[in-house]
Nanobody, 115 residues
Framework: QVQLVESGGGSVQPGGSLRLSCAVSGSIFSIGVMGWYRQAPGKQRELVASITSGGSTNYAESVKGRFTISRDNAKNTVYLQMNSLKPEDTAVYYC?????????WGQGTQVTVSS
């Protein structure tokens, strides 16, 4: 069993910042790619950012320069630092990790950007 616990969502004004965390626990042999996805109402879930075990990162064009993904392999935790938030960033954010190639999802955390 692999469990993902997310934290750090909330409400913020445009231009503000939030930091999401996702801690992975359970039967972990090794964690491969870790990432964050988001889903806004009426839209499909989309990749926001991902990071490999070696630290290579990938970002959606819409968040480049504003969001930073990082991971702490010793703590089995992935982070998403979100700066200069915009109303269009409003969504439920989901953590995703691959353990021996099998994908696991967090429960989701709401991020709302509104004045």
């Amino acid at each position: 069993q692999v469990q993902l616990v997310e934290s750090g969502g909330g409400s913020v004004q445009p231009g503000g910042s939030l930091r999401l965390s996702c801690a992975v626990s359970g039967s972990i042999f090794s964690i491969g790619v870790m990432g964050w996805y988001r889903q806004a109402p009426g839209k499909q879930r989309e990749l926001v950012a991902s990071i490999t075990s070696g630290g290579s990162t990938n970002y959606a064009e819409s968040v480049k320069g504003r969001f930073t993904i990082s991971r702490d392999n010793a703590k089995n935790t992935v982070y998403l630092q979100m700066n200069s938030l915009k109303p269009e960033d409003t969504a439920v954010y989901y953590c995703n990790v691959r353990v021996l190639g099998v994908p696991y999802w967090g429960q989701g955390t709401q991020v709302t950007v509104s004045s």
